[in-house]
C-alpha cells in the first residue's frame, strides 16, 4: 500500500505541511500502514460518502457536529483509536458506552452506523469503523467552521473494549488543572496541546449535573454568568439540563471559548482552570488561553495538529483487528 510523505492542514489563509515521520516519532506508533491514499483504488468513494453524510447530519443538527468530535476523543483516549467506543454490550461482552463519562451522554452512534451501512453497500468489509469516525470528527468540526486536515487512513477495529479505563483514563469536567494535565500527559501530550484540545468545547452541550457545583459554589466565575446558567440548572433537580460550553457562539468553531474563559465565563471547572484557579490565582496556562483569544488562525491550526495527533492514537493496522461488517460489534467467528 502507498503511503504519503507528509499531510497537509489547511483552514482559510493556511496550510501546514506535517512529515508522518516525524509525527510517528513524537507520538510513538508507525505511520508506515496509515495514508491519507488509503481507500483510492479499494473504496474510492468512502470519503465523499463519509462528508456528504456528515454535512447531512451536522445541517440536520448542529449539535451532531460537537458529539461527534467528542466521540471520537473518547475513542482515542481508551485504547488508542480502534473504534472501541462503539460496541454494544452483550451478555458475553463488555463495552464501553456505559462507563460512568459516556453512559446516556455519547451520541452520534447512529450517524455512524449509517455511514457505515452505505459503505458496506459500497465496499464491502473495506473502510473501518475506526476510520469513519477519525473522518466523521474531522468533517464534522469542518462544519461548523473549523480547521480541515488530511487524515491519515488504514485503522481497523479492536475486537475488545475497555470499562475500566474508559472510567479511569476520560478527562472528567470536575478536574484541576493538574489532574487534565496527568490525563493529558498519559496519553503522550503536552499541557500545550491539553490547551488546543480542550478548545472543542467551542461546540457542544453539556448537562447540568456536571457543572452545577461550579455555578453554585466558585468563585472564579462572573457573577451575571453564573445567575444566567442557574436558571437553566436549578440547585436541586434538572441534572440532564443542557447549557451550552460556549454560551457566545454554542455552534460555530471559532475562540469564544478562550474569551469566555478571560471574563471568567467557563461554564465546566475544568475549562476555567485553565485560566485561573478557584482562588483566583492565574494558572500556568493563563498565557496560552489569551494567545488564542487574541488569535484565532493560531488556535485553529494548533487543533488541527493536534486532532491529526490524537487520531493515530495506537491504531490498529495490518493483520491487527477487523474490519467490522457492524460498527457496534465484533464480528462472528469464521466457519
Not at 198 to 208: E, K, M, Q, T, Y
Not at 228 to 254: M, R
Request: aromatic share 8%; proline share 4%; net charge neutral.
Amino acid at each position: 500500500m502507498a503511503t504519503t510523505n507528509s499531510l497537509s492542514v489547511s483552514f482559510p489563509g493556511f496550510k501546514l505541511k506535517l512529515c508522518l515521520t516525524l509525527i510517528a516519532c513524537v507520538i510513538g506508533v508507525t505511520s508506515a500502514q496509515l495514508s491519507a491514499k488509503f481507500y483510492e483504488k479499494s473504496c474510492p468513494g468512502a470519503l465523499a460518502t463519509i462528508r456528504k453524510a456528515v454535512k447531512q447530519a451536522v445541517h440536520n443538527e448542529f449539535r451532531m457536529g460537537a458529539s461527534l468530535l467528542r466521540l471520537h476523543f473518547h475513542d482515542c483516549f481508551v485504547q488508542g483509536c480502534d473504534a472501541s467506543v462503539l460496541l454494544d454490550d452483550t451478555d458475553t461482552f463488555t463495552g464501553e458506552k456505559n462507563s460512568f463519562p459516556n453512559a446516556n451522554s455519547l451520541r452520534g452512534f447512529d450517524v455512524i452506523d449509517n455511514i457505515k451501512s452505505e459503505l458496506e453497500n459500497m465496499c464491502q468489509d473495506v473502510v473501518s469503523c475506526a476510520d469513519i469516525l477519525a473522518v466523521a470528527a474531522r468533517d464534522a468540526v469542518f462544519e461548523l467552521g473549523g480547521p480541515r486536515w488530511e487524515v491519515p487512513l488504514g485503522r481497523r477495529d479492536s475486537t475488545t473494549a475497555s470499562l475500566a479505563e474508559s472510567n479511569s483514563d476520560l478527562p472528567a469536567p470536575f478536574f484541576d488543572l493538574d489532574g487534565l494535565t496527568s490525563a493529558f500527559a498519559k496519553k503522550n501530550f503536552t499541557v500545550q496541546e491539553l490547551v488546543t484540545l480542550s478548545g472543542g468545547h467551542s461546540i457542544g452541550l453539556v448537562r447540568c449535573r456536571f457543572f452545577r457545583k461550579r455555578i453554585y459554589n466558585e468563585s472564579n466565575i462572573d457573577q451575571t454568568f453564573a445567575e444566567e446558567k442557574q436558571q437553566e440548572c436549578p440547585f436541586e433537580g434538572g441534572d440532564d439540563n443542557l447549557s451550552a460550553f460556549d454560551s457566545t457562539t454554542p455552534f460555530k468553531f471559532d475562540n469564544a471559548f478562550y474569551k469566555n474563559l478571560l471574563q471568567q465565563k467557563g461554564l465546566v471547572h475544568s475549562d476555567q482552570q485553565l485560566f485561573n484557579g478557584v482562588n483566583g490565582t492565574n494558572s500556568p496556562t493563563k498565557d496560552q488561553v489569551v494567545n488564542y483569544a487574541r488569535n484565532m488562525a493560531k488556535f485553529k491550526k494548533d487543533f488541527a495538529a493536534a486532532m491529526l495527533k490524537m487520531s493515530m492514537m495506537t491504531p490498529l493496522t495490518g493483520s491487527d483487528g477487523e474490519i467490522r461488517k457492524k460498527c457496534s460489534r465484533v464480528n462472528p467467528p469464521s466457519t
